[in-house]
């Protein structure tokens, strides 16, 4: 099969990049900066018969960084048929689980490895505000006939952009779903810390936390930074904590999942990335501190059944805002320590998997998620 190319649109024509994948399935990985080359995408695709899917993204990476601009052009196999899915707003997040797995009944009766579950890997719009409930009635009615993965594309600004297409269409308020082979499950890792007792959110909805303890929430997310940090922090200031001390939701079975507050409301609530269930149990988190220790004990579980050829990996934005220069140096520690030929991938707006395989799916903030392609 054809190899993966980063493309930029300002140094090479499109047309010249596209014809190598002439009648091929191509999945696009698309920097925000560049969103408005997704039709001249589509009209040079539809011209040499290929079978599109895209997403845009804050950024993409390569072995060589992190690029504000540019395409990732990844070949698929002639399996590979995404499905992509405009979600009504309007629905209840039970009803866009029913009509994402509506779609996916005929997919699944076709799966040629009765043996073996495929995974779901679903490509969210980041503004949809329930994707951990709708994760839930998608697991409800498929349990473990599948494996589950993830990410949100989007703007890293959380502003609503189109940002999922194919051939004909660019849409928001959408998720992309595909079946991927048995060996295709990525991998998820955090690395977050416990360091506060636990509080309860008194009053959430959605992504949005009213009260924590029967404090306003931004009240008492001060009081904890006050506690732990010796600092004052004022609501213009909350985002650049926010990454490096997320709050954390304790599950019955012990893990942890990462909920980072991008802002304040003016009546004092956070609004997080990803839902926070009314009385969920919180705590205050700490972020990995060294950007080598957590990537040297991914890669180990990457190369476990021998070296990759190619990672593909989907690095969390408030992560990558968290180490600043230093997330470089955790994406390369990575790649080296696997010892892969090439790596493919982009920021994300939210992580979607399991901390095991066949345990039920999880929304992830500051996560990392990557899967080892081809094995030498």
């Given at each position: 099969m054809m190899?993966?190319?980063?493309?930029?649109?300002?140094?090479?024509?499109?047309?010249?990049?596209?014809?190598?994948?002439?009648?091929?399935?191509?999945?696009?990985?698309?920097?925000?900066?560049?969103?408005?080359?997704?039709?001249?995408?589509?009209?040079?695709?539809?011209c040499?018969?290929?079978?599109l899917?895209?997403?845009?993204?804050?950024?993409?990476?390569?072995?060589h960084?992190?690029h504000?601009?540019?395409?990732?052009?990844?070949?698929?196999?002639?399996?590979?048929?995404?499905?992509?899915?405009?979600?009504?707003a309007?629905?209840?997040?039970?009803?866009?689980?029913?009509?994402?797995?509506?779609?996916?009944?005929?997919?699944?009766?076709?799966?040629?490895?009765?043996?073996?579950?495929?995974?779901?890997?679903?490509?969210?719009?980041a503004?949809?505000p329930n994707?951990a409930?709708?994760?839930?009635?998608?697991?409800?009615?498929?349990?473990?006939?599948?494996?589950?993965?993830?990410?949100n594309?989007?703007?890293?600004?959380?502003?609503a952009?189109?940002?999922?297409?194919?051939?004909?269409?660019?849409?928001?308020?959408?998720?992309?779903?595909?079946?991927?082979?048995?060996?295709?499950?990525?991998?998820?890792?955090?690395?977050?810390?416990?360091?506060?007792?636990?509080m309860?959110?008194t009053?959430?909805?959605?992504n949005?936390?009213?009260?924590?303890?029967?404090?306003?929430a931004?009240?008492?997310y001060?009081?904890?930074?006050?506690?732990?940090?010796?600092?004052?922090?004022?609501?213009?200031?909350?985002?650049?904590?926010?990454?490096?001390?997320?709050?954390?939701?304790?599950?019955?079975?012990?893990?942890?999942?990462?909920?980072?507050?991008?802002?304040?409301?003016?009546?004092?609530?956070l609004?997080?990335?990803?839902?926070?269930?009314?009385?969920s149990?919180?705590?205050l988190l700490?972020a990995p501190?060294?950007?080598?220790a957590?990537?040297?004990?991914?890669a180990?579980?990457?190369?476990?059944?021998?070296?990759?050829?190619?990672?593909?990996?989907?690095?969390?934005?408030?992560?990558?805002?968290?180490?600043?220069?230093?997330?470089?140096?955790e994406?390369?520690?990575?790649?080296?320590?696997?010892?892969?030929?090439?790596?493919?991938?982009?920021?994300?707006?939210?992580?979607?998997g399991?901390?095991?395989?066949?345990d039920?799916?999880?929304?992830?903030?500051?996560?990392?998620l990557?899967?080892?392609?081809?094995?030498?």
């Open positions: 190899q993966p190319s980063f493309h930029q649109f300002d140094v090479h024509p499109l047309a010249d990049a596209l014809l190598p994948y002439q009648g091929e399935h191509l999945d696009v990985l698309l920097a925000e900066q560049d969103a408005a080359r997704v039709a001249d995408l589509q009209l040079q695709c539809q040499l018969d290929i079978q899917c895209g997403a845009i993204f804050p950024r993409l990476i390569s072995q960084g992190f504000e601009r540019g395409a990732w052009l990844l070949p698929r196999p002639a399996a590979h048929n995404p499905l992509l899915i405009p979600l009504p309007t629905a209840t997040a039970d009803e866009l689980a029913g009509i994402i797995c509506e779609q996916l009944t005929s997919r699944l009766a076709q799966w040629p490895d009765a043996q073996q579950a495929p995974t779901l890997f679903l490509t969210f719009d503004m949809i994707i409930s709708i994760l839930e009635g998608i697991y409800l009615r498929l349990a473990d006939r599948v494996n589950y993965a993830g990410v594309a989007g703007s890293g600004q959380f502003t952009i189109p940002c999922l297409f194919d051939n004909h269409s660019l849409l928001a308020q959408a998720v992309s779903c595909v079946l991927l082979p048995h060996h295709s499950y990525p991998l998820l890792e955090h690395g977050y810390q416990l360091t506060a007792q636990p309860l959110a009053s959430s909805e959605g949005k936390i009213s009260f924590i303890d029967w404090e306003p931004f009240s008492r001060q009081s904890l930074i006050r506690q732990q940090f010796q600092q004052h922090l004022t609501p213009e200031q909350f985002y650049q904590y926010g990454v490096h001390l997320p709050l954390g939701l304790l599950r019955a079975n012990g893990d942890v999942i990462v909920r980072i507050p991008v802002a304040v409301t003016e009546e004092g609530a609004l997080c990335v990803g839902e926070v269930p009314d009385h149990i919180l705590t700490k501190q060294s950007p080598t957590h990537a040297i004990e991914l180990g579980k990457l190369c476990q059944n021998g070296a990759p050829e190619r990672i593909e990996l989907y690095y969390c934005a408030g992560r990558q805002q968290h180490f600043g220069q230093q997330s470089q140096l994406v390369t520690t990575l790649f080296t320590h696997c010892g892969a030929h090439e790596l493919v991938g982009a920021l994300s707006l939210g992580e979607i399991s901390l095991r395989p066949g039920y799916p999880l929304f992830h903030n500051g996560a990392i990557c899967n080892g392609e081809g094995r030498r």
